[in-house]
Nanobody
Framework: QGRFVESGGGLAQPGGSLRLSCGTS????????MGWYRQAPGHERELVAS????????TYADSVKGRCHISRDNAKDTLYLQLNDLKPEDTAVYYC????????????WGQGTQVTVSS
């Protein structure tokens, strides 16, 4: 059974940028609206950005709006999240999955990719 596979995280300084990528180990998500979720220590997992497959409409949480860009390449079954002007509060494990939350495929949660923002 497939899972989502996230990559691209790391340590960044405040104000820096990172580009996260998401693929799958099996299956395709080209027909699904997809999103990036994040979970910080002691917090629940939250949806920070989503993109529809039908028309590419994107939505962002207020916490990342203006600093974040979600995109997808359906031919490559790859989802991206460009994070700019990083803040310490962006520190979290980032995951991808179907969006919105009601459509999450629980069996497909991957390991996530750690983003740490610190000077």
């Amino acid at each position: 059974q497939g899972r989502f596979v996230e990559s691209g995280g790391g340590l960044a300084q405040p104000g820096g940028s990172l580009r996260l990528s998401c693929g799958t180990s099996g299956g395709t998500f080209s027909s699904y609206a997809m999103g990036w979720y994040r979970q910080a220590p002691g917090h629940e997992r939250e949806l920070v950005a989503s993109i529809r497959t039908s028309d590419g409409t994107t939505t962002y949480a207020d916490s990342v709006k203006g600093r974040c860009h979600i995109s997808r390449d359906n031919a490559k079954d790859t989802l991206y999240l460009q994070l700019n002007d990083l803040k310490p509060e962006d520190t979290a494990v980032y995951y991808c999955n179907a969006a919105p939350s009601a459509y999450v495929r629980n069996s497909f949660w991957g390991q996530g990719t750690q983003v740490t923002v610190s000077s």
